[in-house]
Every structure is written in structure tokens, then in C-alpha cells.
């Protein structure tokens, strides 16, 4: 299945040559990253869902201390290239700038706390068509578990397959910069 691009129209050979390099390098790529970090864990829901997780030494509450602002938590991600949150009542209103195929993608979004974490729903976008995530940390023995889901489907016309993997990689990318800022290596 291909999510279809209304504003965004690259030629068909950009995206044959992005497909390309994606499904080339795609392996090596899974093949480091899980040889880097076994103990993050990814999957794909039914529903196109990325769910990963990660069992961390540090206490829930510095997991959460370093998830609490949605600038800090968004700088986890190797994606981000800026975002500026606002006060939004007992939320967070975030504008930001993720890694696009030739310039940022800009998104604005709402990140409001859950009892287990944090839920990140989308509010406007050009660049989205669905884009939302929820933080999840739970006590687990001596340590937290940490589990991070997500569901983003850019405008542009990649097949899902493509937008699968590199979400995956991406998440279990932003796990392990996570562990790294708790001191959990």
C-alpha cells in the first residue's frame, strides 16, 4: 500500500532512486542497529502502529525526568531538527521540524500527560497525514520499562513498507539515545 502525496509531487525517478537506497542500505542498517542494542525491541501492529520497548536500570522517575519536556524528549530523536514547545494548559503545544526528503517536515502537535506517560497527537500539518506517539513508562523489577508507540504517515507517496522500516529504525534509535541520557548503558 502507498500513502498517496496531494501537495508534495517528487518525479517518479527521485522516488524510484529513494526507493532504492532505502531498500539497500535498509538491511545493513537493521543489522547494526540491533547488533548496537539488543534490548530495544520493535514491531508493527495490525494497524501500522510502531511499538517499541526498551528495559532500562534507571528508576521511573528519571526516565520521566528526561522524557518531561516535549524539546528534551523530541532532541532524543535522530530525526529532529528543531522544537519549540509552549505551555498548553496542563499540555504542551510543539511545533516541529523533523528530517524531510528534500527540506523539514513542520508539524504542530499537542503533548499532554497520561497517567503512564505522555500522548502527542497531531493539530497541523502539510507535511502529515496522520502523525501521533505515546510515551509509556512503567515500573518493572529494579529498573523502568519504557515503551514508545507511534503512528506517522508523511504526505508524500513511499510505500508503507518503506515508511515501516525506517519508523522502526528510527524509534529503536531514539530508545537507545534515551537509555543513553539515564545513564543506562
Sequence with gaps: MAT???????????????TAALVTAAPAARANDEA????????????????????????????RAVLASAEKSHGLAPTTVDAKAEPDGSCERVK?????????????TRRCPTSTGWKETLVASKNFLEYWNEW????????????????TIPNVMVPEAILL????RVVAK??????AAVGDR
Design 4 to 18: 498517496r502525496a496531494a501537495t508534495f509531487a517528487p518525479t517518479r525517478w527521485a522516488l524510484l532512486g529513494l
Design 36 to 63: 548496537e542494542n539488543s534490548k530495544v525491541t520493535t514491531r508493527v501492529t495490525p494497524q501500522g502502529e510502531v511499538v517499541a520497548q526498551v528495559k532500562l536500570a534507571a528508576k521511573p522517575a528519571a526516565v
Design 96 to 108: 516541529l521540524k523533523t528530517r524531510g526528503l528534500l527540506e523539514p517536515f513542520v508539524v504542530e
Design 136 to 151: 509509556t513508562v512503567q515500573e518493572s523489577g529494579e529498573g523502568s520499562m519504557v515503551i514508545f508507540k507511534t503512528r
Design 165 to 168: 522500516s525506517e519508523t522502526r
Design 174 to 179: 531514539l530508545l537507545r539515545n534515551l537509555s
